[in-house]
């Protein structure tokens, strides 16, 4: 586990900024906490911290915001946000400002379109409809590559199913994910999970959420999805 780089995302609404966090804290091979979890921690022995939310209005979540006030200046931050709108705007000047009369460098930012549910949108449903997507989480990935080579983790993995990937050089061994899994789909052989059979998999992403190294990737396309439907319509019970 990278014990240089800590990303800390405040993702309150639809979840849509955690998505991001969790692709790049996958490449980066870190941790991601919320607020509440990094201020319980001693932020000052990471050298890079990336800041997350979505956009409230105009600006970043107040409690990151809040929580940038404990960042020192030999620490350096990349910035990341979902909005609602179809354009960025100027959305991040107040937390860039904000580092900036610290003395904090901000390395690189990263936004994309994220659902949104509130005003206007309330007629048609909601924007944004599936944003952000897997497409978003890979630019979110390659964005801390680009910012981050040396600490961009090689994602060779060991592909035990189609859509399942174990990341094993970033698995601990906890069993978290065979314990939680309600399809019985993994199993633990030599203190390490492999997956047996992954047609049980409803893609429920408890395994991949619940993962405290991260270690777990789960995708599918639209119509995988509708495969994995199909396959367990006749089911009446776990």
Not at 29 to 47: F, G, H, P, Q, W
Not at 119 to 125: A, D, F, K, L, R
Request: glycine share 8%.
């Amino acid at each position: 586990m990278n014990q240089e780089v800590l990303i800390v995302c405040e993702s309150m609404y639809h979840g849509n900024t955690k998505k991001l966090a969790t692709a790049m804290g996958i490449k980066l091979n870190c941790r991601v906490l919320t607020c509440d979890e990094a201020s319980k921690e001693n932020i000052e022995k990471y050298k890079i911290i990336g800041l997350g939310s979505g956009i409230y209005f105009t600006s970043h979540h107040p409690k990151l915001i809040e929580f940038a006030k404990k960042i020192k200046s030999t620490q350096k931050v990349f910035i990341f946000s979902t909005h609602g709108r179809p354009y960025l705007g100027k959305y991040h000047d107040t937390l860039k400002l904000f580092l900036s009369t610290q003395g904090v460098s901000v390395i690189g930012e990263f936004s994309c379109r994220g659902y949104d549910c509130t005003g206007p949108y309330i007629i048609m449903g909601g924007g944004n409809k599936g944003k952000p997507n897997e497409k978003d989480a890979n630019k979110a990935a390659n964005f801390v590559s680009r910012v981050l080579p040396q600490y961009s983790k090689n994602t060779n993995v060991t592909h035990n199913g189609n859509n399942i990937e174990l990341h094993y050089e970033s698995c601990v061994g906890c069993g978290r994910c065979q314990a939680i899994c309600p399809m019985k789909v993994f199993e633990m052989q030599d203190k390490k999970p492999i997956i047996k059979n992954e047609l049980n998999c409803i893609h429920c992403s408890l395994c991949k959420d619940n993962c405290p190294s991260q270690a777990i990737s789960i995708q599918h396309t639209w119509k995988e999805a509708i495969t994995i439907a199909k396959r367990h319509v006749n089911r009446t019970s776990l």
